[in-house]
């Protein structure tokens, strides 16, 4: 069975630090994407990222950057220079190829809320 | 310009009264979800439609059904609403042409309270 675990159930930072949110999962299968969703208050999930399992390349999106490391499981997201409008929580989750039974299902961690203070 | 629209965002019903959330997209996508999610909590996937082939997960209530008359709509109909049904409920599509490994993209959501 696939898990994702997010261990930092809240945050909260300056406006301007960096601030790393952590994402471990486990999956039996050697294909399977890894995502990151931010829902603001709104509520309203975001897509910010997916990563195929075969691509370990760190990737950087403006203030957002993303460390894939299949060794450790973890799949980890760093906000540089956070800002207020960063506040939200913040989804890891995982897909395999198959769940069962014909299911598309995501398995989302817990979620990390991120305040970001002025 | 809105992909995935939920309406109403905010719905208030009464304990036992049927209630119908809706759920329109406009990428075309062949694949719609229903989610709910509780405070604090991450969504749950309550059943999807592949075109028009309903799946239903395991531990989803029958208290909810869905419909969906065409590729742009679908809804979520909770028969009996119960006060632990209150939440937000989450719609996402995604396009169906890979496998179950692809992107969804969620609407703003429809927030449920159950007086």
């Known amino acids: 069975a696939q898990k994702v675990t997010q261990a930092q159930t809240e945050i909260s930072v300056v406006e301007k630090e960096d601030v790393t949110l952590d994402c471990v999962y486990e999956?039996?299968?050697?294909?399977?994407?890894l995502f990151w969703y931010k829902q603001p208050p709104s509520g309203e999930l975001v897509f910010l990222i997916r990563?195929?399992?075969?691509?370990?390349q760190n990737e950087i999106s403006g203030r957002y950057s993303w460390n894939f490391q299949k060794s450790t499981s973890s799949f980890n997201f760093t906000i540089t220079a956070s800002q207020v409008v960063d506040s939200a929580v913040y989804f890891c989750?995982?897909?395999?190829?198959?769940?069962?039974?014909?299911?598309?299902?995501?398995?989302f961690g817990k979620g990390t809320k991120l305040s970001v203070i002025p | 310009d809105a992909m995935v629209i939920q309406n109403p965002r905010y719905q208030v019903t009464q304990f036992g009264k049927p209630v119908t959330l809706s759920c329109s997209q406009t990428?075309?996508?062949?694949?719609m979800y229903w989610y709910q999610q509780k405070s604090s909590q991450a969504p749950k996937l309550l059943f999807h439609?592949?075109?028009?082939?309903?799946?239903n997960e395991a531990d989803t209530p029958d208290n909810f059904q869905s419909r969906r008359p065409n590729t742009s709509f679908c809804f979520l109909d909770i028969r009996s609403p119960g006060l632990g049904d209150a939440a937000m409920y989450l719609c996402?599509?995604?396009?169906?042409?890979?496998?179950?490994?692809?992107?969804?993209?969620f609407g703003p959501g429809t927030r449920l309270l159950v007086l």
């Open positions: 999956t039996r299968d050697t294909t399977y994407y």
């Open positions: 990563r195929n399992s075969f691509d370990e």
């Open positions: 989750a995982l897909s395999e190829a198959y769940s069962g039974a014909g299911s598309y299902q995501l398995t």
């Open positions: 996402a599509t995604s396009r169906g042409q890979e496998d179950r490994r692809e992107t969804q993209y």
């Open positions: 439609y592949y075109d028009k082939d309903f799946n």
């Open positions: 990428l075309n996508h062949n694949v």
